[in-house]
DNA sequence: TCTTGTAATGTGTTATAACATATATCATAA
DNA sequence: TTATGATATATGTTATAACACATTACAAGA
């Protein structure tokens, strides 16, 4: 066998074009550049993005079957609207997946892991203070998750990521006139401390006090935004 | 305008072809019928139901993007494996999602509504009696779903169901030999009085006993009949 | 003006063909 | 026999066309 052969690696295959219009889809939605309740039809999002119909109809359907688009019993898929009921019944799945996840995560979590865990928090205490929100979204969204994949469980963590591409949609209308970072700041705090004494219901308390947080900032947002009933 | 149609219902529409084909493979798999880590291509699939590609692959990636199926990276799609790993996290998971079901059933549920309930687990134990296995899975199902819509938490019971999906798959390997349904039965009428009551903790306590008694005995099978690993 | 029927358009659904890649088969040469 | 390379087959991906149904636009008639 050819000597150096062993140091090259696999080539990186291109996403299926499938799967670039989901990526394109679901960051469309999570950022917010969508109305609510707007129509995406098969043949606007392919012409769109130069595609044909069919890596469009299966991105648009993918989507629909996580949650992140509406899909109708005649097929015709929508942006989701949003409502406090929604808000309020995904708070409270939250609460409960990323509980679980949190108490399963101390168990299995390393050292390393949770070095890295902090310096995330780190960057984003500094991120914070430059405002830079997007980069701020990411960064929480790498904080909370390298979390939850410490817990080893694929299909908790899949599901988690459905809820939170679920309310994704709506983070951005949020985040530029987040009044309550400090508060946020705390939450982090208590949890890195809860993760580092391994204590699986103090982060799972810690991380319930961040997800209701966001929660009541995206229904007062809401409220005051949207008084159509 | 014309006397007597207002008596007229809408016509039901047929289901579309990926709607029916995701419908055979969900129920083929829930009942055993494929082989463990057995490769479902879109034109095997297309081929034993008569249709093209399109409905096919749809449903195929349906499936997979609910975990019913794997999807591995590179498109192909398996009959998922068997593990106790994924039961143990797949139980985790069931008893944060279902405990949430009822206690927010508890509080919205209607007297009619339990009456029902009541009624299905009276089924359930004749059905039980007369060992009509695959009516009584059927029962079940209707048993507590009746409870977790009562939730009106919509995404909530997609995901249980998807959770009973991903294991449904091996409920037909323990109910033939389910020695444990006097346990079963006595589950069930704790949750009834729980109902009754309307007591969301003793429901919620009543519905994680259940689920670990078909965990054990779906893990204790495994570990009897398949000990390779 | 209002209603009604027809045409035009839009949309989801499905089948088919073509393409690129992966896998398997097999013959040839060492 | 074994290894190599070419051929054939299988498979996922994508584009396109055709179909059925729904909606809309519009014109003809009451």
Redesign the interface.
Known sequence: MSAALENLSPLARPD?LAQRVRTQLKEAVMAGRFSPGQRLTIRSVAGALAVSL?PA??AL??LA???VLDLRSD?SVYVPELTEE?II??T??RV??E??ASR?AVQRITDSEITKIVALNEAIIKTDAEQEYSELISLNWQFHFSIYRASQ????V??IE?CWM?TGSYLNVIYPKFGEVKEGISNHLQIVRALEQRDGERLASAINMDINLSADALLSAIRHQAPSG
């Open positions: 299926t069919t109809r299966e359907y993918n079957s996580e949650g097929g929604r019944e995904l409270k799945i409960a997946l509980g679980l399963e469980m694929d299909h908790l899949r599901m459905s679920m």
